[in-house]
């Protein structure tokens, strides 16, 4: 995997290891001395490894705070402690300390903690198995940071089949209740326009009862990329289940939300739909209109009753038709 690693530490340190770092990683190794400038650093990077020197002031500060970062918090961060042992510590003193302070960088949100001196007592067989150990890390790092990758990809793959209508291919109603508050919210803060289109398939119950469910969806499929191409740019449209559908109008007063309703209101009854080149049915659609005022909540419910209850009136009152009843 290529990617980036970034390496923090003095410049003795960096002497020591900048160099078997990058025969190890394939992708680039970015230089700091500096742990102040590390957050800015991977957040404007697409840095996949951090290597500090743990005898850095601060060092496992910033691991920590990387970890608690949502956006970074994958980032894979080793300590490297390049202090030599003390002459006069024993060797059970020396383990005791290194285990402290290997539980102490875990503990505090290092991904791993790697004690490595070879440099300073020239011992050669050290030198390799130490090596052995960055490599066996820094590629257990991007081993782990390609798994969360995919697994974004994945999530995101998810994301856009849980908010897709698989029959139409719009977006469904789960994801016009996260659009509609965001609009509702851009709205409020630019103070301006915003109306919604409620439509319903005028006896589609009779077009399933007559030619079965199949020719249904069929209708269903026409309908939705009718409205989808006869929309503008900054019109939303969202399958709201069944036959209905949610149309959210920015920037759009209801004065304009009723010149558009009427429009596709006639798109759809002025031409037949052709099913599979074997039927021809006229299909018509009742419409009732609502807009945006102070008194509606943010997530937009009061407002997309309104539409209902106004598309209620549109189809007792004969259907194929617009209703926008500011009363309601």
């Not at 970015?30 to 742990?35: D, I, K």
């Not at 790092?141 to 999530?155: A, D, M, P, T």
């Not at 009427?262 to 807009?291: C, H, M, W, Y």
Request: hydrophobic share 40%; glycine share 6%; with cysteine.
């Amino acid at each position: 995997m290529d990617a980036s690693v970034l390496v923090v530490g003095n410049q003795p340190f960096l002497v020591t290891f900048l160099d078997p770092i990058r025969n190890i990683v394939s992708g680039s190794v970015e230089v700091s001395s500096y742990l102040d400038d590390v957050l800015s650093w991977i957040q404007n990077q697409q840095t996949a490894v951090l290597i500090v020197q743990a005898t850095q002031l601060g060092s496992l500060e910033v691991c920590r705070q990387i970890k608690q970062q949502a956006n970074c918090g994958w980032i894979y961060c080793i300590l490297i402690d390049d202090q030599p042992n003390m002459l006069c510590e024993s060797l059970l003193s020396d383990r005791c300390r290194e285990s402290i302070a290997s539980a102490e960088a875990l503990e505090g949100g290092a991904d791993a903690y790697l004690r490595l001196t070879s440099a300073q007592t020239g011992d050669p067989v050290a030198a390799l198995a130490e090596h052995r150990l960055l490599k066996a890390q820094i590629q257990a790092g991007l081993r782990g940071v390609e798994f969360y990758h995919k697994l974004q990809q994945i999530n995101d793959v998810l994301s856009t089949l849980a908010l897709a209508d698989p029959l139409t291919e719009l977006n469904n109603r789960r994801a016009m209740e996260w659009e509609l508050r965001r609009q509702i919210e851009n709205a409020r803060n630019n103070s301006t326009s915003l109306s919604v289109i409620m439509l319903d398939v005028d006896y589609f119950k009779s077009v399933n009862d007559t030619y079965g469910h199949q020719v249904g969806d069929r209708v269903l499929q026409i309908l939705a990329a009718r409205l989808q191409h006869n929309l503008r740019i900054q019109d939303t449209l969202f399958r709201y289940g069944g036959e209905e559908f949610l149309i959210v109008l920015n920037q759009t007063s209801l004065q304009e939300a009723q010149a558009v309703a009427r429009r596709l209101r006639r798109i759809i009854v002025d031409q037949p739909f052709n099913i599979d080149g074997k039927l021809a049915l006229e299909i018509t659609i009742s419409l009732g209109i609502a807009d945006l005022n102070s008194t509606d909540d943010n997530k937009g419910e009061s407002l997309v009753r309104r539409a209902d209850r106004n598309l209620l009136l549109a189809k007792s009152s004969g259907r194929n038709q617009v209703v926008y009843n500011e009363d309601c």
